[in-house]
C-alpha cells in the first residue's frame, strides 16, 4: 500500500493564482516526520519543510505554507500568488521513527506548472 | 562547498558495460542512501549505508553493487547495464536517526543505449 499519496498528478495555474497540493499519508506510528521537497527542472531535489507528528501548527515561509491535519492524515502545500520559478514537481515525503535506516517514503510527486 | 556530491552527473553506455557513481558527503552525517528516479518521476530507494554497514537493502538487481569505503563515501556500482537501468540516480544522506531530512546530490542522469 502506498504511505503516501499525491492524488494530483499535474497541477497547472496562471501567475499569481495560489495553488494547493494535497498529500495524504498512512502510518500507524504516533512518531513521524513529514517533508516536502521541490524538484524544479534542473534536477535537484530541495529541502522545503520537516514536521514532526506531536507538532500540528500550521507554518508559513513567505508565499509557502503548510497545513498539517492528523484527523485527516493529510499535509498540504499552499503556494500563495504563484510565480512562473515556483513550476517545479513537488514531493510529500514520510519518514517513521521506528523505520529502521530512516527510509523516506515518497509520494509520486505533483508536477507544477505556473503559466506567465 | 558541495555538501553531497555525485559524480558524474550525466552518464551514456552502451547495454552490457559495467558502471560506477560516485557519493561524497562531507555533513558529517552517518547514513546515507542511493534512491532511483524511473522516467515517472517515482523515487524508490535502492539501499542505505549506516556508519559502511547496509541497513537497507530493497528488492534490486544483483547487479548493483554498493560499496561504503567510509561514512563519507557510498559508491554505486553497475554491472551489465540494461537499458532498464536508465534513470536518474540520487545519492543522499541524513543522520541515523535523520528527522531533520535528507540531502541529496543532485543526481546522476544514466542512460543505457
Known amino acids: 500500500a502506498q504511505k503516501v499519496t499525491q492524488a494530483q498528478t499535474e497541477i497547472s495555474v496562471v501567475e499569481k493564482e495560489d495553488v494547493t497540493l494535497d498529500c495524504v499519508y498512512e502510518?500507524?506510528?504516533?512518531?513521524?516526520?513529514l517533508f516536502w521537497y521541490k524538484q524544479p527542472p534542473s534536477g535537484e531535489l530541495v529541502f522545503l519543510i520537516r514536521?514532526?507528528?506531536?507538532?500540528?501548527q500550521n507554518e508559513i515561509s513567505g508565499r509557502y505554507s503548510w497545513n498539517f491535519q492528523k484527523s485527516t492524515s493529510s499535509f498540504n502545500f499552499t503556494i500563495t500568488a504563484s510565480q512562473v520559478v515556483d513550476s517545479a514537481v513537488y514531493f510529500c515525503?514520510?519518514?517513521?521513527?521506528?523505520?529502521?535506516?530512516?527510509?523516506?517514503?515518497f509520494g509520486t510527486g505533483t508536477s507544477l506548472t505556473v503559466i506567465p | 562547498d558541495t555538501a553531497v556530491s555525485q559524480t558524474p552527473k550525466y552518464l551514456v553506455t552502451q547495454m552490457g558495460n559495467d558502471k560506477s557513481i560516485k557519493c561524497e558527503q562531507n555533513l558529517g552525517h552517518d547514513t546515507m542512501y542511493w534512491y532511483k528516479q524511473d522516467s515517472k518521476k517515482f523515487l524508490k530507494i535502492m539501499f542505505s549505508?549506516?556508519?559502511?554497514?547496509?541497513?537497507i537493502n530493497e528488492t534490486v538487481p544483483n547487479r548493483f553493487s554498493p560499496k561504503s569505503p567510509d561514512k563519507a563515501h557510498l559508491n554505486l556500482h553497475i554491472n551489465s547495464l540494461e537499458l532498464g537501468d536508465s534513470a536518474v540516480y540520487f545519492c543522499a544522506s541524513s543522520q541515523y536517526e535523520g528527522y531533520n531530512g535528507y540531502t541529496f546530490g543532485s543526481g546522476t542522469r544514466l542512460t543505457v543505449v
Open positions: 515525503a514520510l519518514s517513521e521513527a521506528r523505520n529502521t535506516g530512516n527510509q523516506f517514503y
Open positions: 549505508y549506516n556508519n559502511k554497514e547496509l541497513i
Open positions: 514536521r514532526n507528528s506531536f507538532d500540528e
Open positions: 502510518t500507524r506510528d504516533t512518531t513521524y516526520y
